[in-house]
């Protein structure tokens, strides 16, 4: 089993950065990890991705270029940096693992955080 547990949300205003953070703890080897996040609609979109070696990074096309996604295998944590936050990157974001390679697929992921609050305003 893994547990995850997210935090750095927040709110900010529109330019601003924000990095979120996702510990794992239990049976952390080779977990490919990945960013979601949920607005308003009933979807969660996949917002980025890192492989277990940290050599391969994904991203959503409306991020690219402003967040970087990166872990630290010794601390069991993942970590999103935001930055030119604009009011559509409103929503809580989920930190979500799997034993393999990343994937962009909710069903894909067996273990999922509680989320945490990104509020940006104009």
């Known amino acids: 089993q893994v547990a995850l547990v997210e935090s750095g949300g927040g709110a900010v205003q529109t330019g601003g950065s924000l990095r979120l953070s996702c510990a794992a703890s239990g049976r952390t080897s080779y977990l490919g990890m990945g960013w979601f996040r949920q607005g308003p609609g009933p979807e969660r979109e996949f917002v980025a991705g890192i492989n277990w070696h940290g050599i391969n990074t994904y991203y959503e096309d409306s991020v690219k270029g402003r967040f970087t996604i990166s872990r630290d295998n010794d601390e069991n944590t993942v970590y999103l940096e935001m930055s030119s936050l604009n009011p559509e990157d409103t929503a809580v974001y989920y930190c979500?693992?799997?034993?393999?390679?990343?994937?962009?697929?909710?069903?894909?992921?067996?273990?999922w955080g509680q989320g945490t609050r990104v509020t940006v305003s104009s």
């Open positions: 979500a693992a799997r034993r393999g390679p990343v994937a962009r697929e909710m069903s894909a992921y067996d273990y």
